[in-house]
Nanobody, 121 residues
Framework: QAQLVESGGGLVQAGGSLRLSCAAS????????MGWWRQGTGKLRDLVAV???????NYADSVKGRVTISRDNAKNMIYLQMNNLKPEDTAVYYC???????????????WGQGTQVTVSS
């Protein structure tokens, strides 16, 4: 069973920056798509950004121009660089991966536990 662990969250003032990291571990053969989702208090979990195995990316309209998703395939890690943060960015950010294990070539979903990002006014 693969595990995803997020880090880099914290408290930042509006206009500040944070970089989130997600490390995947376990008997992972390959990782296809990876992405970041977020869920604010009392809100649904929304997609923030996704990056495919070929490096193509897609972003939610609310964060376009302010965030950049990247991945390091050799380290099984992805990152989310967030700049010009706004109070509405406050949420728990979750890492997601579609991956295959050595024991099973079929893709399966894996989620991290989340990391809190709080942006103050």
């Amino acid at each position: 069973q693969a595990q995803l662990v997020e880090s880099g969250g914290g408290l930042v003032q509006a206009g500040g920056s944070l970089r989130l990291s997600c490390a995947a571990s376990g008997s992972i053969f390959s990782i296809n798509d990876m992405g970041w989702w977020r869920q604010g208090t009392g809100k649904l979990r929304d997609l923030v950004a996704v990056i495919s195995s070929d490096g193509s990316t897609n972003y939610a309209d609310s964060v376009k121009g302010r965030v950049t998703i990247s991945r390091d395939n050799a380290k099984n890690m992805i990152y989310l660089q967030m700049n010009n943060l706004k109070p509405e960015d406050t949420a728990v950010y979750y890492c997601y991966a579609a991956l295959a294990h050595y024991s099973d070539s079929r893709l399966s979903d894996s989620w991290g536990q989340g990391t809190q990002v709080t942006v103050s006014s």
